[in-house]
């Protein structure tokens, strides 16, 4: 069946540092990839999403990376701040509307 | 404001009894959809609803029902729980995407339902 791969399953990176999340699909039908961001004890809350008649997209220190060839897009987030330690997971949608979820990177920056 | 609400919050409960996790959406929303958060298995999707009366299943829809009757509620419903469906259930609803546009969109999720089977 269809599957998102992520990884590394914990990251932890210095304050300041960039931090890289990258997910792998299997279905090439898949043509909407969300991120999103969950805190301790907290629901998960989009942070930046592709479609897939784009390469990259940017928000603020956040980008998503898309290469549809490989079915493999990656999260970068640059000049990382304590706020942002939290579990990012990836997903794949198809025009189906059935989601999958990676398996969450637990993210560390440490002060 | 605009919110997903989920009820019971935490629920206690026994294998065989059955029970309903209630979901609601103020934003108008056509989509929705039910999740099971396990720690090192991330959210799989168990049903989704495209519309009033329109339900798929997801992943892992065993031993799950649901139903969409109305625009607002989607209800998940164990009809003989478990102790392998212990976990923290997410309900979320979007609005409809653009055409062509692929998949659900923004997903907004409620703040989730911790169950345990015993």
């Known amino acids: 069946g269809e599957n998102v791969e992520q990884h590394p399953s914990t990251l932890s990176v210095q304050e300041g540092d960039s931090a890289v999340i990258k997910c792998t699909y299997s279905?090439?039908?898949?043509?909407?990839f969300p991120w999103y961001k969950q805190e301790l004890g907290k629901r998960p809350q989009l942070i930046i999403d592709?479609?897939?008649?784009?390469g990259e997209k940017k928000d603020q220190r956040i980008a998503v990376t898309l290469n549809k060839t490989a079915k493999h897009f990656s999260l970068h987030i640059t000049e990382t701040q304590p706020e942002d330690s939290a579990v990012y997971f990836c997903?794949?949608?198809?025009?189906?509307?059935?989601?999958?979820f990676g398996a969450g990177t637990r993210l560390f920056v440490k002060a | 404001e605009a919110q997903v609400t989920q009820n019971p919050r935490y629920l206690i409960t026994v294998t065989g009894k059955k029970l309903t996790v209630t979901c609601s959406q103020n934003?108008?929303?056509?989509?929705m959809s039910w999740y099971r958060q396990d720690p090192g298995l991330g959210l799989r999707q168990i049903y989704y609803?495209?519309?009033?009366?329109?339900?798929d299943k997801g992943d892992v829809p065993e031993g799950y029902k649901v139903s969409r009757k109305e625009k607002r509620n989607f209800p998940l419903i164990l009809e003989s729980p478990s102790p392998n469906q212990t976990s923290l259930y997410f309900c979320?609803?979007?609005?409809?995407?653009?055409?062509?546009?692929?998949?659900?969109?923004?997903?907004?999720f409620g703040p989730g339902t911790r169950l345990t089977v015993t």
């Open positions: 997903a794949a949608n198809n025009r189906g509307f059935k989601t999958i």
């Open positions: 609803s495209m519309n009033v009366e329109v339900t």
């Open positions: 979320a609803s979007s609005s409809k995407p653009q055409p062509l546009a692929g998949g659900p969109g923004e997903q907004y």
């Open positions: 279905d090439s039908a898949s043509n909407y």
């Open positions: 592709i479609r897939s008649n784009v």
């Open positions: 934003m108008n929303h056509e989509y």
